[in-house]
């Protein structure tokens, strides 16, 4: 009885997965709407350019200045807007993050030929950052983590718009030499 | 008629049709002639000759069954062999529509294309590996055998579809709405036919009307979800895209994959401590 519950649901799994796949991401209208293009002003590094503004705003000395001086109701408050303010950002520079690899996956889509080591390192690579910023979301959430760790992710992530600028550059002379690539619009 | 199905020609599994299953029987052979039909006037044999093959035989096989049905009998050897035997034709036609399908989608993106392809060879050596190995298993049975044979081929069949779809996600290659028909209605009946054939595993004699009904009704889902884009005519094929050069690609991607890296060692380093 149990091989037929579980085939039957794996029946009902598989059609459901069909059905999901199937169903166009609203991530990717925009771009495949204009065949393969993907306009770079959607790529950019939106969130890890106000890194500086969320260091300023999450320095260490600010929580050693208050300890003592404000009422621990005071402080449990600031800390909260703290961790609010952190896991906003984080959302933002997870988005940074997909960005990237959105890029990563047009580029790959529109080359001629590609290096199947490179292209699975780039799915594990996806795959993994999304289980870890999970983990890091929910540490966070649960407060077992101090906010000023998060920082150093954050500029990691702020030197992406560098990388996406080189990429677009490079993609850009692509197209003035007589290519005209439908991957930048 | 077509609903008239003999599961194994020497067990008592016998499926005799009735006033229900010829009512749905007769409309379905319409549907199914209407599908050939719309498929050659829209000039789709040009586009999908395997999808093409692939529905006009089903009217074939229901034909060939019947006259065989008529001439020699519901319990007779070669009823049994022409049912069957049609059924695994059929089985490894729809196998080559997904690779057909994939072929049609990514044919333009040649990098795409060279992984797609890997991946839905791997997939397919698997499940019809798994095929093999699980009907080898069931072989004392001959019904047994038959039906695990069958719903490891249909189990291959979706596996596939399920590789290529992950592709077309993953690379963010859009299937146009025919496509997405033909993918639909191919995952809805080998679904069905895998669920189908596992109960009639468990509860054989008791289940076998509603299996044969079951089996009727998920290929009539599939023909009314192909005819739906056919009613209107079938767009052209967007033009290939310009693709970049190899050097864009070879300067890039090690650049994404290492920046990628580093964040994931970074966030990594993060949770370690």
């Known amino acids: 009885m149990m091989a037929t519950i579980f085939f039957v649901l794996l029946g009902i799994v598989m ?17 495949e709407a204009r065949g393969a293009a993907i306009n770079l002003e959607d790529l950019a590094a939106r969130h890890s350019r106000y890194f500086p503004q969320m260091r300023q705003a999450l320095f260490p000395a600010d929580e050693a200045y208050l300890t003592g001086r404000a009422s621990p109701v005071v402080l449990r408050e600031w800390r909260d807007s703290r961790r609010r303010v952190m896991r906003g950002f984080l959302a933002g520079l997870y988005e940074d993050f997909a960005r990237l690899n959105r890029m990563a996956r047009a580029v790959s889509r529109v080359a001629p030929q590609l290096d199947n080591v490179r292209e699975a390192e780039l799915f594990w ?28 992710l954050a500029a990691m992530i702020g030197g992406l718009g560098s990388t996406l600028e080189r990429a677009a550059a490079a993609l850009a002379e ?12 | 008629m077509a609903e008239v199905l003999l599961l194994c ?7 005799e049709s009735t006033p229900f299953t010829l009512v749905l029987g007769v409309p379905a052979v319409c549907l199914e002639l209407v599908l050939v039909g719309m498929v050659l006037y829209r000039g789709l044999h040009r586009r ?3 999808f093409t093959a692939y529905v006009a035989l089903v009217v074939v096989k229901e034909a060939v069954t019947s006259l065989v049905l ?4 519901l319990r007779s050897l070669p009823y049994y062999y022409a049912y069957w035997g049609s059924q695994g034709i059929l089985v490894v036609l729809r196998g080559l529509v997904v690779a057909e399908l994939l072929h049609a989608v990514l044919r333009p993106y040649r990098g795409v294309w060279t992984i797609a392809r890997f991946a839905l060879s791997v997939t397919a050596a698997t499940l019809l590996l798994y095929a093999a190995v699980e009907s080898a298993a069931s072989a004392p049975q001959i019904g047994g055998f038959v039906l695990a044979a069958d719903r490891g081929l249909e189990f291959a069949v979706v596996g596939a579809l399920l590789a290529l779809l992950a592709v077309c996600r993953y690379y963010e290659v859009g299937l146009d709405p025919l496509s997405a028909a033909i993918a639909l209605g191919l995952a809805i ?11 009639l595993f468990k509860f054989f004699s008791a289940y076998a009307q509603t299996w044969s009904i079951m089996r009727r009704v998920s ?40 920046r990628m890296r580093e964040l994931n060692d970074r966030l990594l380093d993060i949770l370690q401590r």
Do not use: C, K
């Open chain 2, 9 to 15: 020609y020497h067990t008592p599994v016998i499926v």
């Open chain 1, 125 to 152: 690579l996806g795959l993994r950052f999304r289980l870890f910023y999970r983990i890091a979301l929910l540490e966070l959430n649960l407060g077992h983590r101090p906010v000023n760790a998060y920082l150093r």
């Open chain 1, 15 to 31: 059609l459901a997965a069909v059905v999901i796949l199937l169903r166009r991401p609203a991530a990717f209208l925009p771009s």
């Open chain 1, 174 to 185: 692509e197209s003035a030499v007589g290519r005209p690539s439908t991957l930048i619009s």
């Open chain 2, 70 to 73: 008529y001439r020699f009998g």
């Open chain 2, 219 to 258: 290929y009539d889902a599939a023909v009314m979800i192909w005819l739906w884009p056919l009613l209107r005519p079938v767009p052209e094929q967007e033009a290939a895209p310009t693709l970049i050069s190899a050097s864009v690609y070879q300067q890039l991607v090690p650049e994404f994959s290492g």
């Open chain 2, 48 to 50: 999908l000759p395997i």
């Open chain 2, 189 to 199: 009946y080998s679904s069905f036919a895998i669920m189908n054939n596992t109960v």
